[in-house]
């Protein structure tokens, strides 16, 4: 979506965000598998670290925690974590009452005439729909906003934690809402793709139910894996997670 409505410089200019690597992940073929993410988050054992996930694959504990979530999507991890606010000239311009609903900010993204504004919106998209997806109705951050139109201060903030820190409570209290029975789907908003790609990184056997990696030193990670095909979780859970020994690709950054 992004690329068709951008001319070369935009992306460029998008790219200068700290989060404008991700402009590729909104044109990939990665996309969200809920049958995989069902399958390894009811993998999850007890861990007393409440910013972090383990998983039990084959008799074998294996950590998601913020660092791996940083290292797959090359968001930041150091930095401040206060969103600084303060005048908000694009939500004066550009918002409803000094209110913007998600569906609304993309309408103003697609239909905005200043190109340099256009990215800006974008960036603001991106961020709203990809690293704290909520649902499309609901309003925007306006700090979100205000931050995007200053890049040096946009660059400041440690994106990847702040994401992190939104996600994983909804991943550890959305297994136990789904723990018994896979009712075929997840209602979620948040950064979920994540789960898929971090089991793609660590179990080689998902290269044989359709994923596909065409790069092996890519960054970020997330686009390292291709999807020809999307197992189902009857599949998934007969081949991939029924076996007592599970191949892993253990790289020395991720763990």
């Not at 861990?47 to 090359?74: A, H, Q, Y």
């Not at 200043?114 to 909520?134: H, I, R, T």
């Not at 971090?198 to 890519?218: F, H, P, Q, S």
């Amino acid at each position: 979506m992004f690329a068709n409505l951008f001319i070369a410089w935009q992306v460029e200019l998008f790219k200068k965000y700290n989060v404008g690597h991700l402009l590729s992940l909104l044109e990939s073929n990665v996309s969200f598998w809920a049958s995989l993410i069902h399958s390894v988050l009811i993998h999850q054992v007890y861990n007393l670290i409440k910013d972090e996930l383990t998983f039990l694959f084959g008799g074998k504990k294996m950590r998601f925690g913020c660092r791996e979530f940083c290292i797959l999507t090359s968001l930041q991890y150091a930095g401040k974590e206060e969103i600084s606010s303060g005048s908000n000239r694009l939500l004066d311009k550009y918002g409803n009452k000094e209110k913007l609903k998600r569906l609304e900010l993309l309408e103003a993204f697609k239909q905005c005439k200043s190109v340099e504004d256009q990215v800006k919106l974008g960036v603001a998209y991106l961020v709203e729909s990809l690293l704290f997806v909520k649902s499309p109705i609901t309003l925007i951050d306006p700090k979100i906003l205000a931050i995007v139109d200053d890049v040096a201060a946009f660059n400041k903030v440690c994106w990847g934690k702040l994401s992190w820190d939104f996600l994983v409570p909804k991943l550890k209290e959305s297994i136990f809402k789904k723990m018994t029975k896979f009712e075929g789907g997840y209602s979620l908003h948040s950064f979920y793709d994540v789960v898929s790609i971090y089991a793609m990184e660590t179990i080689l056997e998902l290269e044989k139910v359709g994923v596909v990696r065409i790069r092996n030193d890519g960054f970020p990670r997330i686009l390292n894996w291709n999807m020809v095909g999307k197992g189902g979780y009857a599949t998934l859970a007969a081949t991939i997670f029924k076996q007592v020994f599970i191949s892993y690709l253990y790289v020395i950054c991720l763990f």
